[in-house]
């Protein structure tokens, strides 16, 4: 077995270490040529496309001549790339292990969000009803005032309250007059 770089020949292979098979998922390039296996039953590669649902378990994009594509790119891009696919996994990984609590999160915020408008209502509704207690407040005062005023017209000047009938002087200071009058 010999080897350059990442590349290892045996008797029946050559291999690159450092280029391996990607599993198929919902980022599998669709409509376009790629190197397609199915690891568990036939081990035999292929040139095709990839479809959901197919039988083909793994895909590998297919090779470049050097000249086309800078090395370092290439390998610093398929690092980005590689890295971006671990992100997305994990992210989606995250997403699956926490999908109720955000579901229970998004219910608690629509129920905030139900509250707080309720709130809102019950302020407006409380700032009205200020409103209107001022207004009576205000009305109240008022009447006390006109009642102040009214009060010792209703009365004679011995302090005795003046009635319906007699609406004058009351009968105690009319007996104290002179009868000059």
Known sequence: MTAAG???????????????????????????????????RSGVAVYGQWQPGSQWTHWAPL???????????????????AKARREIEQLRRWKSTHAPRIQAL?????????????GAEAIASLDSERAA?????NELEAAGREIDRLRPLT???????????????????????????
């Open 155 to 181: 009365c004679c000047g011995c302090g005795d309250e003046f009635t319906e009938h007699d609406p004058g002087t009351c009968g105690n200071c009319l007996a104290a007059l002179p009868w000059d009058r």
């Open 63 to 81: 090779p470049t001549f050097a000249d086309s594509v800078a090395p370092e790119w290439s390998q610093s891009g398929a690092d980005e790339l």
């Open 133 to 137: 207690n001022a207004r009576l407040t």
């Open 106 to 118: 998004e219910g608690l915020l629509r129920a905030a969000q139900i509250d707080a408008a309720k």
């Open 6 to 40: 990442t590349v290892r020949v045996s008797a029946t292979t050559a291999s690159d270490r450092g280029y391996h098979w990607r599993p198929c998922d919902v980022d599998t390039p669709r409509g376009v040529k790629l190197q397609l296996i199915d690891r568990e």
